[in-house]
C-alpha cells in the first residue's frame, strides 16, 4: 500500500491551503483516515481524523479552522485548511489504518506546509 500526499506549499497567514492523499493498492476495508503533522523540533502529532463510522476527531488548536473529509471507498483523504497560522508550519503526513493493519497503518511521505507571518 502506498500512500501519496499532497498539496502542501508556502502560504501567508490567513491563508488557505488543501491537502490531498490518495492510497494505491489497499484492498482491506479501512478503519480511519487521519493527519497527523509533525512542526520543526517537535513531535508527530494527530490534526484530524475520520473513521469508517463517520466520527471525526479535531485537535483543539486547528477546529474551526481545518476540515477532514475523505471517502473510505476510493481510499482518498482530503484536509481543508483556512485561516493559516505560523504556528501550522509542519511536514503533514497522511495515514489509513486497515483491518490488516490496524495498529500502525500505513503513512504517506509528508508534504511540507509553511506559513509565514
Known amino acids: 500500500v502506498q500512500l501519496q500526499a499532497s498539496g502542501g506549499g508556502l502560504v501567508q497567514a490567513g491563508g488557505s491551503l488543501r491537502l490531498s492523499c490518495v492510497a494505491s493498492g489497499n484492498r482491506d476495508p479501512i478503519m480511519s483516515m487521519a493527519w497527523h503533522r509533525q512542526p520543526p523540533g517537535k513531535q508527530r502529532e494527530l490534526v484530524a481524523s475520520?473513521?469508517?463510522?463517520?466520527?471525526?476527531y479535531y485537535r483543539d488548536s486547528v477546529k474551526g479552522r481545518f476540515t477532514v473529509s475523505g471517502d473510505d471507498v476510493k481510499s482518498t483523504l482530503y484536509l481543508q485548511m483556512n485561516n493559516l497560522e505560523p504556528e501550522d508550519t509542519a511536514v503533514y503526513y497522511c495515514?489509513?489504518?486497515?483491518?490488516?493493519?490496524?495498529?500502525?497503518?500505513?503513512w504517506g511521505q509528508g508534504t511540507l506546509v509553511t506559513v509565514s507571518s
Open positions: 475520520i473513521s469508517t463510522n463517520d466520527n471525526i
Open positions: 495515514n489509513i489504518r486497515t483491518t490488516a493493519r490496524w495498529n500502525v497503518g500505513y
